[in-house]
């Protein structure tokens, strides 16, 4: 016995006419969907691209907000039903002020180890200052002194990088900063005749002459 699938009329008239997928076809005949799609090669049946496959598919939540389709929106009745649900109900603290007291649990709970993110404090001091503004704007100063260019090699328009010439650890153990308020009261830490720029390849180098 010949299988469906094999007439090339039939088959065309499925994947073309009915638009059915390989894997629809396949199951109609009990076979996989590759035997399909091989002897759609076969018949030079050309396969369609994504635009004409999602062609009338109908997307499940479509219009459900805006009842554009009535097949998956809500009823006009439900929307009523839900409306009336929550007609005159009130919220338990609504208009209700946070009095002082409430407002410092709420800040002492989400400080410190009692945040969920909390890791045991052990975010460097040094990692603090480099996110802040003062310490960015340290960097500008620097590359604008040096007008952007590396003061080793003299390339300009590379990616720079800040080399302090008295290494930052070095500081932070002078003068024993623990903590960014300490750090931004250091006058050592934000003078820019302490930074000098080089451009990515000449302070990698640098680095690893200062290693050996």
């Known amino acids: 016995m010949i299988k469906k699938y094999r007439n090339e009329k039939w088959l065309r008239n499925k994947y073309e006419e009915e ?5 629809r076809i396949g199951k109609l005949c ?7 799609s091989y002897q759609r090669r076969k018949f030079d049946i050309l396969p369609r691209n994504i635009s004409e496959a ?3 598919r109908i997307v499940w939540n479509k219009g459900l907000t805006k009842g554009i389709d009535s097949r998956v929106a809500l009823s006009k009745k439900t929307k009523q039903n839900i409306s009336k649900a929550g007609k005159g109900r009130i919220v338990w603290n609504k208009d209700i002020p946070c009095s002082e007291k409430t407002k410092k649990k709420i800040s002492e709970i989400n400080r410190g180890e009692n945040c969920n993110n909390w890791k045991g404090g052990i975010t460097p001091v040094s990692l603090l200052i480099r996110s802040n503004y003062k310490y960015r ?3 500008s100063d620097v590359f604008t002194r040096d007008n952007f260019t590396c003061q080793k090699c003299g390339k300009v328009g590379e990616k720079l990088n800040i080399h302090h010439i008295k290494s930052f650890s070095s500081i932070l153990q002078k003068y024993e900063i623990t903590t960014l308020e300490e750090a931004l009261k250091c006058k050592e ?3 820019i005749n302490n930074g000098i720029t080089y451009c990515e ?3 990698k180098n640098l680095k690893r002459k200062e290693v050996i």
């Open 201 to 203: 390849e000449c302070h």
């Open 30 to 36: 009990g076979v996989s969907h590759f035997a399909i």
């Open 137 to 139: 704007q340290w960097r």
């Open 54 to 56: 999602n062609l009338g």
């Open 19 to 23: 638009r059915l997928s390989d894997r």
């Open 189 to 191: 830490l934000w003078n």
